[in-house]
């Protein structure tokens, strides 16, 4: 059985249990999600053909010591970059190398800063130089599911009404939507309870109160949605290499519906497409 505990007296692990912050960790979560979202601001118009992940990955740790803030994923569970960049077939989890872009490529950028112990978490896709229509429909539509998938949180509404949102429009648009991974709780902890399904059925889940705090980040293929993990461990592809992308806002429950902490402060949440 869930249940739910006040965050500000709960143990600094994850236990199962879901918590509920108050005020002070939505301004500490205001705090750390508007840095990410200004780093995903910075990348715009480095992304571009010839540069390398590993260059981005550079500009996204000297950002956030620029700033006082820690990159998440370094040494985490022995990761050993500062973010994840993931091109074309890859689904999640691709590490920076020194490869070059090239034009037509997409790729998605994940940056998690902690900044003064709390955790902003965020995603873009960003088009290299001149991509196809088709590539370019998986960004609109994957954009959507996240979007959609967002206006389903409310309080007393279930979990799966996020996912069932998702599922709904990704497949209506002829795509598949990832299973093998999901959303996840996050504040003082990078994760924590629930897992946020993308797909699923709208009375299925645990029930949104105020004061929870999680991500939503829709992984969308344009084949089927089966992925494999390489031997590294970390990347994971799609099974039949086709194209995938993937968007990420961290959410705060309010008594009136959501608040979406990880907002791009220039309006570039959609980087290279129609406004």
């Known amino acids: 059985m869930i249940t739910y505990l006040d965050a500000a007296t709960a143990p600094l692990r994850n236990t199962g249990q879901i918590r509920l912050y108050?005020?002070?960790?939505?301004a500490g979560m205001r705090k750390a999600c508007d840095l990410t979202a200004r780093c995903l601001d910075e990348l715009v118009p480095m992304v571009e053909p010839g540069i390398t992940t590993e260059a981005i990955d550079r500009f996204v740790f000297e950002f956030g010591m620029d700033h006082g803030a820690l990159p998440a994923t370094l040494n985490y569970r022995g990761y050993t970059k500062s973010s994840c960049t993931s091109i074309n077939h890859v689904v999640c989890h691709g590490i920076p190398d020194n490869k070059p872009l090239k034009d037509g490529d997409i790729v998605n950028i994940d940056v998690t800063y902690i900044l003064d112990g709390w955790h902003g978490d965020s995603s873009r896709m960003y088009p290299v130089g001149t991509i196809k229509r088709a590539a370019e429909r998986l960004l609109e539509v994957t954009y959507e599911c996240l979007m959609r998938g967002i206006a389903a949180i409310r309080p007393g509404a279930r979990t799966g009404a996020i996912g069932a949102a998702i599922q709904t429009y990704a497949e209506g648009?002829?795509?598949?939507?990832?299973?093998d991974f999901c959303g996840h709780g996050v504040g003082q902890l990078f994760h924590d309870a629930p897992n946020i399904l993308h797909y699923g059925n709208v009375n299925e889940g645990v029930e949104m109160?105020?004061?929870m705090i999680f991500t939503v980040e829709p992984m969308i293929n344009l084949g089927r949605p089966h992925v494999k993990v390489l031997s590294d461990g970390w990347t994971a592809v799609t099974r039949d290499r086709s194209?995938?992308?993937q968007y990420e806002h961290t959410i705060g429950v309010t008594d009136a519906g959501c608040?979406?902490?990880t907002l791009s402060p220039k309006k570039l949440d959609r980087p290279g497409l129609p406004a």
């Open 259 to 261: 608040e979406i902490f």
């Open 243 to 245: 194209l995938s992308a």
């Open 209 to 211: 109160r105020p004061g």
């Open 173 to 179: 648009e002829r795509c598949s939507v990832v299973r």
């Open 22 to 26: 108050g005020e002070d960790g939505f």
